[in-house]
T-cell receptor, first 116, second 114 residues
Framework: DVKVTQSSRYLVKRTGEKVFLECVQD?????MFWYRQDPGLGLRLIYF???????EKGDIPEGYSVSREKKERFSLILESASTNQTSMYLC???????????????FGQGTRLTVV | AQKITQTQPGMFVQEKEAVTLDCTYD???????LFWYKQPSSGEMIFLIY??????QNATEGRYSLNFQKARKSANLVISASQLGDSAMYFC???????????FGKGNQVVVIP
């Protein structure tokens, strides 16, 4: 059974803290994604990675960074957490398809982060 | 840039009836893929159905079908014979060739009532 696992389901952090959200996949997928989900805004892409040590900014990268040192692991880092980063964070992975478009992304269970 | 639009307000659907969820998109790529995901209250994202831009027929998966109108750039999801377990948020998403980036719409809330 394919699996994307996020390290925490719920997290409470203080303003200014450095926060790490971890995501691990066991499907040997090349692509990994971090999304943020807020009511009325859908899923917005923060960063994605298509290979180890490779990353690309998504639509809302400000205030975030990422790390991909191993193929199976993709970390989202909040350098200095702020209250406006309180949200649901979703990690996903998918295989590299080149010019193809027909493979879906597999999602983790989400991490609900509250910054106080 | 890819853009997905889902503008319907929350919907109440009678059990056993069909429901159509609207999705329009914008892209300059001739090749792209369209996806629908379901997110129940538990939060997990469940893949439902895929339609490729070059597919000649509308995609179907069990009670899910996709009404794909390429010229109008729309990819509406049809759920037939609604069940109480269909109550969820539904997201339309699109992927272009090469970059593997998956862009999502804002979602449609569906509540199935007995």
């Amino acid at each position: 059974d394919v699996k994307v696992t996020q390290s925490s389901r719920y997290l409470v952090k203080r303003t200014g803290e450095k926060v790490f959200l971890e995501c691990v996949q066991d499907m040997d997928h090349e692509n990994m994604f971090w999304y943020r989900q807020d009511p009325g805004l859908g899923l917005r892409l923060i960063y994605f990675s298509y290979d180890v040590k490779m990353k690309e900014k998504g639509d809302i990268p400000e205030g975030y960074s990422v790390s991909r040192e191993k193929k199976e692991r993709f970390s989202l880092i909040l350098e200095s957490a702020s209250t406006n980063q309180t949200s649901m964070y979703l990690c996903a992975s998918s295989p590299w398809t080149g010019q193809g478009t027909n493979t879906e992304a597999f999602f983790g269970q989400g991490t609900r982060l509250t910054v106080v | 840039a890819q853009k997905i639009t889902q503008t319907q307000p929350g919907m109440f659907v009678q059990e056993k009836e069909a429901v159509t969820l609207d999705c329009t998109y914008d892209t300059s790529d001739p090749s792209y893929g369209l996806f629908w995901y379901k997110q129940p209250s538990s939060g997990e994202m469940i893949f439902l159905i895929y339609q490729g831009s070059y597919d000649q027929q509308n995609a179907t998966e069990g009670r899910y079908s996709l009404n794909f109108q390429k010229a109008r750039k729309s990819a509406n999801l049809v759920i037939s014979a609604s069940q109480l377990g269909d109550s969820a948020m539904y997201f339309c998403a699109m992927k272009g060739p090469g970059n593997n980036r998956l862009a999502f719409g804002k979602g449609n809330q569906v509540v199935v009532i007995p």
